[in-house]
């Protein structure tokens, strides 16, 4: 059996993992942290991480899991983004990780945020030149087709930075509670 101190550190090297998750998109952040916890009071016989504290951290971990969903949709809904946009983003957001980390070297991170929005962009755009083209008389697209799809991009950036800064703070909070836990 591992002993006591190697099963801490290496919760807290999975905790700081699940840190870095919390804002970095593909990571599950506050969700690992919690699986940490359970696995070092599962390891350590509950003697200082007892089941209220991980009914606290399992609540830190739903609430990250509800803030991403709620954190993206409001973001894409408040800056007007329709069904088109969100397919664009999902479609746009795996396409851009996939490249991101193949091709370009840019990292799954960059090329999700960059594949989201460009999908969202292209999914509105779509929309709104099949509902109502507002060509020019050269045949162009209208210059407003472009700003709300363009603005529906942005709010699911801005969706994602509200997310991911909620994130943060839970993530914060658990490992301060994990951290009290061990040392009352």
Do not use: C
């Not at 991480?49 to 991403?68: H, K, Q, S, W, Y």
């Amino acid at each position: 059996m591992v002993g006591d101190g190697a099963v801490l550190w290496i919760s807290l090297a999975i905790m700081a993992l699940g840190l870095i998750g919390s804002v970095v998109p593909g990571i599950p952040g506050v969700p690992l942290m919690f699986l940490a916890a359970l696995a070092y009071a599962y390891l350590t016989g509950f003697e200082n991480v007892g089941v209220p504290i991980l009914t606290l951290l399992g609540a830190f971990a739903v609430l990250a899991f509800v803030a991403d969903i709620i954190g993206t949709s409001y973001g894409a809904r408040r800056f007007g983004a329709s069904i088109w946009g969100t397919i664009g983003g999902a479609v746009g957001g795996i396409t851009g990780t996939i490249v991101g980390f193949l091709f370009f070297g840019i990292g799954s991170l960059f090329g999700l945020i960059l594949g989201t929005t460009g999908g969202v962009f292209l999914g509105e755009y779509v929309r709104k030149r099949r509902k109502s083209p507002g060509e020019n008389l050269d045949g162009r697209p209208g210059r407003g087709d472009w700003r709300r799809a363009s603005r529906a991009a942005g709010g699911v950036f801005v969706g994602y930075l509200i997310s991911a800064f909620t994130q943060g703070l839970l993530a914060a909070a658990s490992i301060a509670v994990f951290a009290l836990a061990l040392i009352y």
